[in-house]
């Protein structure tokens, strides 16, 4: 009798001990795959008015953008036949988040092992760097100003404040699609990171390079139902001067975004017709 007694109560014990156990081991699991809520204020433990954009903007803040989505609502075929160069806007802001996904198109990680990034780059050497120009009311919740891409936390630090699509226009020869667009993204490149590895073929490498950035950010325009175009005709070091970029650094690309007057669309018929009619003629 006092046996039995004794092993239901060790039983007990065991059974006891094994649910705590199990306990603890779901509490822990529930805790490393809970993914971490954006934090409330900014690494200043300033307050956020739009989530990752702290209240009170000075030169310096860090803006983080939300994170970037990685599935869309059109198929790469569509964003590919939409692809266009598109020069008139509508006097519209672009939200954050359109602005977070053309800045990860254009130079956001999808490799977390070594960092590697949306856009190609000869032995991952990476010259780029990219700025953005935002106009009065150009994204809704961020003051017109100049900003940095930081790659690696997908965020933005300001760099002057003010609506400067002006003087970028002026820059770039006046052409008004830079002072019309919500946005100016400013993509330069520093050559050295490079050309220390490659010599003067790295040069082309660089101007490669950009040229996958920028039809990235073209196919994320069309994807987001935006347009944009690439800008190659203006004064460097007016627009280095304007975005306040190092001398080192050499601006390649403007690429204008704003939300079109009237979108790109191919019609398939079209295209068929074309290809067929091509086919007929004798060289
Ligand atoms: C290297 C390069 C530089 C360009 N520079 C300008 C420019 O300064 N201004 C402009 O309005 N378009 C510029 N474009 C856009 C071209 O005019 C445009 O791609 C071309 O007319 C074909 O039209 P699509 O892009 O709609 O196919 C440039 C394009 C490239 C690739």
Redesign the pocket.
């Known amino acids: 009798m006092v046996s039995i007694r004794l092993s239901t109560i060790i039983a007990l014990v065991i059974a006891v001990i094994l649910s705590i156990f199990a306990l603890y081991i779901t509490t822990y699991i529930q805790t490393i795959t809970t993914p971490t809520p954006p934090p409330s204020t900014s690494p200043s433990g300033e307050e956020f008015k739009t989530p990752g954009v702290p209240t009170n903007i000075t030169i310096g803040t860090e803006i983080f953008l939300p994170m970037p989505r990685i599935k869309g609502n059109i198929s790469l075929e569509e964003a590919l036949s939409m692809?266009?160069?598109?020069?008139d806007y509508k006097p519209e802001p672009l939200t954050i988040e359109q602005l977070s996904q053309l800045l990860w198109a254009a130079q956001g990680i999808n490799e977390v092992v070594y960092g590697f990034r949306t856009a190609p780059s000869a032995g991952a050497t990476y010259p780029l760097e990219v700025y953005v120009v935002v106009g009065e009311n150009g994204v809704k919740g961020l003051p017109a100003g100049i900003y940095h891409y930081n790659v690696h936390r997908h965020s933005l630090t300001v760099v002057k404040l003010g609506d400067f699509r002006d003087e970028l226009a002026r820059a770039?020869?006046n052409?008004p699609?830079i002072r019309n667009a919500a946005i100016d993204i400013v993509i330069t490149a520093v050559y050295e990171r490079t050309t220390k590895r490659y010599g003067e073929r790295g040069i082309r490498y660089v101007h490669m390079e950009v040229?996958h950035v920028?039809q990235n950010i073209?196919l994320q325009a069309a994807a987001l139902g935006l347009g944009t175009?690439?800008?190659?005709?203006?004064y460097d070091d007016e627009v280095r001067k304007i975005i306040g970029a190092p001398e080192n650094e050499h601006p390649l690309?403007?690429m204008p975004v704003g939300v079109p007057v009237k979108l790109?669309k191919l019609k398939y018929e079209d295209l068929i017709r074309y290809y067929e009619s091509q086919r007929l003629k004798t060289s």
Do not use: K
């Not at 175009?229 to 203006?234: E, I």
């Open positions: 692809r266009r160069s598109i020069r770039a020869l052409q699609w040229g920028g073209y175009v690439a800008v190659g005709a203006f690309y403007i790109y």
